[in-house]
Nanobody, 126 residues
Framework: VQLQASGGGLVQAGGSLRLSCAASGRALSTYNMGWFRQGPGKERGFVASITKNGESTVYADSVKGRFTISRDNAKNTVYLQMNSLTPDDTAVYYC????????????????????WGQGTLVTVSS
């Protein structure tokens, strides 16, 4: 599967953005999906994940209550709605696909994911 992330850009603190991750080559419903981000000088870290059927989600504590992950398998697309953005959210955001069994305990681990998109840059100004 190929993943294409989009929707990044420059936004003021307090603003919102919606990222999209479009899949091609294989049905998105085959995969649990995750979003990760890598800020300046930081390691890539977990943001959110969602099961294949969209019934279960997990969020990093830093984004809980502000970000929402969702998916539309008919459109082969996963979304990340980001609200109340702060400068600390500035990062390159990556979507990733996991074709294994979903686990709330391991979904945060980068090595769980088999395929990665190219990333989209989100910059939040103060």
């Amino acid at each position: 599967v190929q993943l294409q992330a989009s929707g990044g850009g420059l936004v003021q603190a307090g603003g919102s953005l919606r990222l999209s991750c479009a899949a091609s080559g294989r049905a998105l419903s085959t995969y649990n999906m995750g979003w990760f981000r890598q800020g300046p000088g930081k390691e890539r870290g977990f943001v959110a994940s969602i099961t294949k059927n969209g019934e279960s989600t997990v969020y990093a504590d830093s984004v809980k209550g502000r970000f929402t992950i969702s998916r539309d398998n008919a459109k082969n697309t996963v979304y990340l709605q980001m609200n109340s953005l702060t400068p600390d959210d500035t990062a390159v955001y990556y979507c990733a696909a996991d074709e294994g069994a979903y686990s709330r305990y391991t979904t945060r681990i980068k090595s769980r994911y088999d395929y990665w998109g190219q990333g989209t840059l989100v910059t939040v100004s103060s």
